[in-house]
């Protein structure tokens, strides 16, 4: 578990563009990447963002550092995958 004292760099799945990178309310720092093709992920929590609106973006590139804004849990990386404005399985984009 994550102990908050050590920073932990966020790194975009796959490539793409920064669509957002702000506040959201319930959500804190978050960044959306936009992966074209209907796909975007979310990034949620963050401590810092480290990139703007419009960047491009490579796979394993870091976007942020892991926090705990707007989180009533703690520190902790709220993780989303969207196609089409639907929420899916994460699991075949992590390694």
């Not at 209907?38 to 973006?57: F, N, P, Q, R």
């Amino acid at each position: 578990a994550w102990d908050g004292k050590e920073e932990v760099a966020i790194r975009s799945v796959y490539s793409g563009y920064v669509a957002y990178a702000g506040w959201v309310r319930g959500l804190g720092k978050t960044i959306i990447l936009d992966h074209t093709r209907g796909y975007v992920t979310l990034y949620a929590h963050l401590a810092s963002i480290d990139v703007e609106v419009g960047e491009k973006m490579k796979t394993g590139q870091r976007i942020g550092a892991m926090g705990d804004t707007a989180s009533l849990r703690g520190p902790r990386l709220y993780f989303e995958i969207r196609k089409d404005g639907k929420p899916i399985n994460p699991k075949s984009w992590l390694r």
